[in-house]
C-alpha cells in the first residue's frame, strides 16, 4: 500500500496528520508512505490538490470532498469532535484499513 501526504509549507495541520499516520502504520511493512510538498498554484491544479494536509491512499483520498477548491489553503475535516485541521486516529485507521479494522 501507497500513502502520499501532500502539505505546503506554513499548514499547522500536516505534522499533526503525519504524526496519526505513523501511529495507524506502526509495524507495517506493507506501507510505505511519501511526503509531498506541493508548492505552486500550478502544482496544486496539476495534482487536484484540495488542500494541506491531503492524505491518499494508493492515490485517493478517502477524505475528498467534491466541492473543495484546488488550491494552496489549509484543508479540515470532519470529525466526531467537530472541524478540525486532521482527521483523527480512528479516521485514519478506517480510510487506510476499511471500517472495523483493528489494524
Known sequence: M?????????????????????QVIEGRADVRVAH?????AEDAARLG?????????????PFADEHAPVGLSCRVFR?????????????LREAISGPG???
Open 2 to 22: 501507497e500513502i502520499t501526504l501532500q502539505y505546503f509549507d506554513g499548514c499547522p495541520n500536516w505534522e499533526v496528520l503525519d504524526d496519526r499516520l505513523a
Open 36 to 40: 509531498q510538498r506541493v508548492e505552486t
Open 49 to 61: 490538490f484540495h488542500g494541506s494536509p491531503t492524505v491518499l491512499v494508493d492515490g485517493v483520498d
Open 79 to 91: 470529525t466526531p469532535a467537530g472541524l478540525a485541521g486532521s482527521p483523527t486516529v480512528d479516521q
Open 101 to 103: 479494522s483493528e489494524v
